[in-house]
């Protein structure tokens, strides 16, 4: 499904995902039940406290780090080093390292283009992102946010106090769901937290019967200057039947330190590959 590929690109080359999300509803309680009439007003009480203002995100200029990613997709399995750098709604860039820190692969995408570059067989594929996505608005930070485990919206930006009153919140046991209020056509999204306000997970749950759902799992949440950031995250989805998995964990997390991103193109004896060839590029077909 194309609107997952643009998933798959931004969490894959260093896959945005099987997990499907679960509509949040208020338990079934029998009026002449005390012990249901109960719990009720009890979950009544924590919804109420509940606040949007608990999941907001602080701000952010640079992301840095070094870290794992391990990728799985038909029947195979590829783990590799690799460092991770973010410019703020500007750029992201993933390079793998598998062996002494040699960089063999690496995706950028700045603005609406998406780069990947294959340095073992000399070739790479550059395109809008526009073109991969079906006109879904993922922009540059929306990508940014998920990887490192904060809540948006789509085509706006992460949660903050300027539109909080997009999102709501909703109960689930021990568990708060944060929802923005406006669901992009084709498919529902939402964010689940524990009671601590540790994000847990992003799930994407599509409208038609069939389609690819994907979600991202995350662990290790830890505080920094921009907030909760999560040092783990784990994606999974399908794409045609096929299961696609990664695994990406963070080490050595360093923030709103200068340095550039090269998004130049490579020349010389690379080849151009075209878009319906970037997941034999990532397979590491010939």
């Not at 991770?84 to 062996?99: C, E, Q, T, W």
């Not at 540059?140 to 706006?156: P, S, T």
């Not at 991202?216 to 784990?234: L, P, T, W």
């Amino acid at each position: 499904m194309r609107k997952n590929t643009i998933i798959i690109l931004a969490l894959s080359a260093a896959a945005l995902l099987s997990g499907c999300s679960k509509k949040v509803t208020q338990p079934v309680v029998n009026p002449s039940s005390q012990q249901g009439v109960d719990a009720q007003v009890q979950q009544s009480t924590i919804a109420q406290n509940v606040a949007v203002s608990n999941f907001y995100q602080a701000d952010w200029s640079a992301f840095k780090s070094g870290g794992r990613a391990k990728v799985g997709g038909k029947g195979r399995e590829m783990s590799s080093s690799m460092q991770m750098k973010m410019l703020r709604g500007r750029s992201i860039y993933v390079s793998l390292r598998p062996v002494m820190g040699i960089e063999v692969a690496k995706m950028i995408i700045s603005g609406d283009t998406i780069l990947l570059v294959d340095k073992v067989h000399k070739r790479y594929v550059l395109e809008k992102a526009s073109l991969l996505t079906s006109g879904v608005p993922v922009t540059v930070e929306n990508l940014q946010d998920i990887f490192m485990g904060r809540a948006f919206e789509l085509g706006k930006g992460s949660l903050t106090q300027n539109i909080k009153e997009d999102f709501v919140t909703e109960v689930n046991g021990n568990k708060v769901v944060l929802k923005p209020r406006e669901q992009y056509k084709g498919f529902d999204y939402s964010f689940t937290y524990d009671e601590r306000s540790n994000i847990i997970s992003l799930d994407v749950t599509p409208s038609k019967a069939g389609a690819s759902t994907y979600s991202v799992k995350y662990a290790d949440i830890e505080g920094s200057v921009a907030g909760k950031v999560a040092g783990k995250a784990s994606v999974s989805t399908t794409i045609n039947g096929m299961a696609f998995s990664l695994n990406l964990e963070y080490k050595d997390i360093k923030l709103n330190e200068a340095f550039t991103i090269d998004t130049s193109v490579p020349g010389g004896k690379y080849k151009r590959m075209e878009a319906k060839d970037i997941m034999k590029l990532l397979s590491g077909s010939k």
